[in-house]
């Protein structure tokens, strides 16, 4: 009976921690949106939800007090971007390790490029495109140009994933070349990142010291 009851009070915590994530981390998110006014919220698909819970919690503070206290946050999605692919073929996702991490050194980000998954097409044969996890990602980053020229090279055969793998690496290195630069430098020199951190933590302060100031004045604190 004792270990049973343990038990019982184990599955008991564990369920009220659920709970507490379950309704705290919406009110927590909808709290660092309307804080800053936000005005679009770029999102996923599953987010949606999210959105609509701070734009209810907003919608009320306003209609008690009767004042446009709050921003009504926009959801703001792109359509082309709704589910991103993971190097597994499954939506991309920390928690899934089927992410690409554009800030890896050069080889390892490399590495891992070569692990997204792909069909038995042989090289010489014709390939679709539109159900390859890699020329999907390429998609993502690349003009119009250099996304007709890699469906050419998929449907005219003769063109390996290998091929599409370094491509796609290639454009990465190219797309956010300036970004890896200062992510290196600023993850080198500990005492500059802090320094850009605290520019940015004083920026938020004050923008949010004045929201919470106004919030204050119409509750009457």
Do not use: W
């Amino acid at each position: 009976m004792l270990a049973n009851s343990h038990s019982f009070k184990d599955k008991s915590d564990r369920l009220s921690d659920v709970n507490s994530g379950l309704f705290t981390y919406p009110v927590l998110m909808a709290a660092d949106i309307i804080l800053y006014d936000a005005e679009y919220v770029p999102v996923g698909k599953d987010q949606i939800q999210h959105l609509e819970i701070t734009r209810d919690i907003a919608s009320a503070f306003n209609n008690k007090y009767q004042q446009e206290i709050f921003v009504l946050p926009q959801v703001k999605i792109d359509e082309n971007v709704m589910t991103i692919p993971g190097t597994d073929g499954q939506k991309m996702s920390k928690s899934y390790n089927n992410f690409i991490n554009i800030f890896l050194p050069e080889k390892d980000l490399l590495k891992v490029v070569k692990t997204i998954i792909t069909d038995a097409t042989p090289l010489e044969e014709p390939k679709n495109p539109d159900t390859c996890n890699v020329f999907t990602l390429f998609k993502l980053l690349a003009n119009e140009a250099q996304i007709a020229e890699m469906r050419n090279n998929y449907l005219k055969g003769g063109y390996g994933y290998g091929h599409a793998k370094t491509a796609l690496y290639e454009l990465i290195l190219s797309k956010f070349e300036k970004p890896r630069v200062r992510y290196n430098e600023l993850m080198s020199n500990p005492d500059l990142l802090e320094k850009e951190l605290q520019v940015g933590e004083a920026k938020a302060r004050a923008r949010a010291q004045e929201k919470l100031k106004l919030v204050r004045s119409v509750l009457g604190f």
